[in-house]
């Protein structure tokens, strides 16, 4: 009797997820989708640095199927209560420092949330899952999200990246990332922790925070100000429409093998130069030059080239077909349609930009790009 209250208790208890890194461009995105579409809570765990915004999960205010704790995945005391209170039946992990140019120019934060922090989160994922019976404990997931950046860079005729590729990251970012994965792998393979690892493309969409190639170019765009290209700006990177991501995610958290490592992207490989070209052509279109007050026909006459990224990758490519093939996945947008939706959103929600792009963002802007 006391053995089965238990069990009951226990399955009652774990339907719900904790996500990290929710108040984040792709955490925020993808805990909008899953609460819109699913009745299970969220418990989301944020410690809301720079990059962390509470405006992005706005339109959940007094939903109490999201329950926001702020706080950093290394403070193993708050991470052990909440994996007591709330019992999880899976933590998908999205926290961490993500911008390439921030870890060049101060890689400290990266090491610490990147890949200490992480270590402390499968530490207290590990005991957790550790008290955890039964179907519980064979139901149980950990979902590390992770990037392509890992992979290293591709030359022009290379074949895309997939699982298999050796990990050869380039900078300080990817190398936290790398570490992270590593991490992830090894509490697998030691421990027998059930784990999921994604490794994605580039994502865009809206409330992608403007230090960002995509959203920064839309933003000067709109204010007249240069699209600072670096280098020859002929490097290669694969887009994927945030919300494709987010789907993706849900597929491996559900169907993905344990201990098994997904490549996410959109087939969608593209110089930055038409990244940005194709940009200035959707806002000449939805927000013409004309009506910024701007004195110019096209937007593309703002396109500037500036100093290269120190060890800036070429190209990467993301073969996904392991995931289309096992879990059905497609991504729904094309580049065209999915940047379309982008410039729109950012233009119909001139409050978020205005509040994100306050001092700190000037800050960073000015640092960044003075030379
Ligand atoms: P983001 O920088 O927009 O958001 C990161 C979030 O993590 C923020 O809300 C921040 O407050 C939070 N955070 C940072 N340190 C924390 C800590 N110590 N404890 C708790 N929360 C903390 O990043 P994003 O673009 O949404 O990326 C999310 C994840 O996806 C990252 O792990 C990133 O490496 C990965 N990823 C990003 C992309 C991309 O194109 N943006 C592509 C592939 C993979
Ligand atoms: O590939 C996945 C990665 O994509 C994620 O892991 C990272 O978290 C995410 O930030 C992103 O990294 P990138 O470095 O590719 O993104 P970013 O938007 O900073 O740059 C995209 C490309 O555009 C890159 O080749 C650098 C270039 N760029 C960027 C900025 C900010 C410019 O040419 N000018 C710029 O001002």
């Not at 400290?108 to 890949?115: A, L, Y």
């Not at 509490?187 to 403007?210: A, R, W």
């Not at 991504?331 to 233009?347: C, D, H, N």
């Amino acid at each position: 009797m006391v053995g089965s209250a238990r069990l009951h208790r226990s399955l009652t208890r774990q339907m719900s997820i904790l996500v990290t890194g929710g108040a984040g461009f792709i955490g925020a995105n993808f805990v909008l989708d899953w609460l819109a579409g699913h009745d299970e809570p969220v418990i989301n765990l944020d410690k809301l640095t720079y990059a962390g915004n509470l405006e992005n999960l706005a339109s959940l205010q007094g939903n109490a199927k999201h329950i926001f704790v702020r706080g950093d995945i290394g403070d193993a005391v708050l991470v052990d209560k909440l994996l007591t209170e709330h019992c999880p039946r899976a933590i998908i992990n999205f926290a961490a420092e993500s911008h390439v140019d921030r870890s060049i120019h101060g890689p400290g934060e990266f090491i610490q949330t990147n890949i200490v922090g992480t270590f402390h989160l499968l530490e207290s994922v590990r005991a957790y899952w550790g008290t955890l019976e039964g179907q519980a404990k064979r139901r149980f997931r950990f979902l590390h999200v992770s990037t392509d950046e890992v992979y290293g860079s591709l030359t022009n005729d290379a074949p895309a990246f997939s699982e298999t590729n050796r990990y050869e990251p380039n900078s300080p970012y990817s190398a936290s990332k790398a570490a992270s994965d590593h991490l992830v792998r090894a509490y697998y393979h030691t421990y027998g922790l059930p784990v999921l690892t994604t490794n994605c493309s580039n994502n865009y969409g809206p409330f992608q925070f403007p230090e960002k190639l995509i959203p920064l170019c839309i933003l000067n765009a709109l204010a007249g100000k240069p699209l600072p290209i670096y280098g020859d700006g002929l490097q290669v990177r694969d887009w994927l429409y945030v919300n494709d991501h987010c789907r993706a995610i849900g597929l491996v958290l559900e169907g993905g093998l344990v201990g098994e490592t997904y490549n996410i992207g959109g087939k969608s490989e593209k110089t930055n130069l038409d990244v940005v070209r194709t940009l200035c052509d959707s806002l000449d279109e939805l927000a013409p030059p004309a009506t910024c007050h701007l004195p110019r026909t096209t937007y593309r006459s703002l396109i500037t080239f500036v100093k290269d990224r120190p060890g800036h990758d070429r190209r990467y490519a993301i073969n996904a077909t392991k995931l289309e093939r096992e879990l059905g996945w497609r991504p729904q947008e094309t580049f065209e349609t999915g940047l379309r939706k982008t410039v729109a959103w950012y233009l119909e929600n001139q409050s978020w930009v205005a509040n994100v792009t306050s001092g700190a963002y000037r800050h960073w802007i000015d640092k960044h790009y003075s030379s």
